[in-house]
């Protein structure tokens, strides 16, 4: 944000103010002591489909575990979805049971097996009856033309037996193997189907990624949530940091977990580890440096609390290295 003032006097007075926070690191880094502030990384919670809040379950400053139920969203038409993936899991199943079953109901190869025993018992009594003829003809008793008619009998009634058990091995047989493979895919296609209707339901519970504390609560029961707005927000106790800015020339001494003491006005002491330093300089004037300019620029430095329930974010801390040593 920039600050207009019309007269010159008050453009050089709020100059002047802005160098004070500079003023004031530089003269507490000679005393090994940083100004800094506390700082949170929010987490936003909301639906990735818009909604209406039907059901809030949790309110502002509440502590929450991990996969804890935050709030619900109407979800009838997802419910529907489901429902309908669930029919045509079933419809698709039944359609590859009957794929994979045979050409004929049980009950019409029993009637082919019932054939199949009376050509059987045909066929044993056209035998009888060749034999027989078979020992009445070279005793003239019989003519050789009822000898051949016997044998005719006897092919014909051993073809039709051949033929009832190539009906019931034709039965007995599944469908083509072609139509069998596009039933079980119709199968695996509804099932998945049935799988994203699941997830979209899910998603209309709002549920805690991580433990924390509820910050703010944007929408309530009865109001609708458009796609891409967060119904809440969730700070994380491992997501707290506190922020603070040291000269050029201490920079060198501060290393990545190092640990530090931050303290402030009605808060416990705590000790926290340095996580971040920055690469580059904050509040560097637009000149070339001489010694008095290099000692107005301060690099950010970020530490991560052993105990983050003892920091608050927005306190302005004072930050000293453990031990009470100067920097």
Not at 26 to 37: K, L, N, P, T, V
Not at 57 to 62: A, R
Not at 293 to 302: D, N, S
Request: glycine content about 8%.
């Amino acid at each position: 944000m920039r600050l207009v003032f019309g007269s010159k006097p008050i453009r050089h007075l709020v100059g002047l103010l802005a160098l004070l926070p500079l003023l004031a690191a530089c003269d507490d880094g000679e005393r090994g002591q940083f100004s800094g502030y506390v700082e949170g990384d929010l987490l936003f919670i909301g639906p990735i489909e818009p909604g209406r809040v039907v059901e809030p379950v949790v309110e502002e400053g509440q502590t929450v575990k991990a996969g804890a139920r935050l709030a619900r969203l109407e979800a009838e038409a997802q419910q529907a979805a489901m429902q309908g993936a669930q029919a045509r899991v079933k419809q698709a199943q039944a359609q590859l049971e009957n794929a994979q079953a045979p050409l004929q109901r049980p009950q019409e190869i029993a009637v082919l097996e019932a054939s199949e025993r009376r050509a059987i018992a045909a066929l044993g009594l056209s035998r009888i009856e060749l034999e027989r003829q078979k020992d009445l003809v070279p005793r003239g008793a019989a003519s050789q033309a009822m000898l051949d008619a016997a044998l005719h009998q006897y092919e014909q009634k051993q073809a039709a037996l051949d033929e009832v058990r190539q009906r019931i091995a034709a039965a007995r047989i599944a469908s083509r193997e072609k139509q069998i493979e596009a039933a079980r895919e119709a199968a695996a296609a509804a099932a998945a189907d049935l799988d994203v209707a699941r997830v979209r339901l899910g998603w209309r519970t709002l549920t805690a990624p991580q433990g924390g504390t509820i910050q703010t609560v944007y929408y309530r029961e009865g109001e609708l949530v458009p796609e891409g707005r967060p119904v809440l927000s969730l700070l994380p106790p491992g997501r707290i940091r506190v922020r603070f800015f040291v000269p050029e020339e201490t920079l060198p001494r501060i290393q990545p977990g190092m640990v530090v003491n931050v303290s402030c006005n009605g808060c416990p002491p705590l000790t926290a580890k340095v996580s971040y330093i920055a690469q580059t300089a904050e509040y560097t004037p637009p000149v070339i440096y001489s010694r008095e300019e290099r000692a107005k620029l301060v690099y950010l430095v970020e530490a991560r609390p052993d105990v983050p329930a003892n920091a608050r974010p927005g306190q302005p801390v004072t930050v000293s290295l453990a031990g009470g040593d100067e920097i």
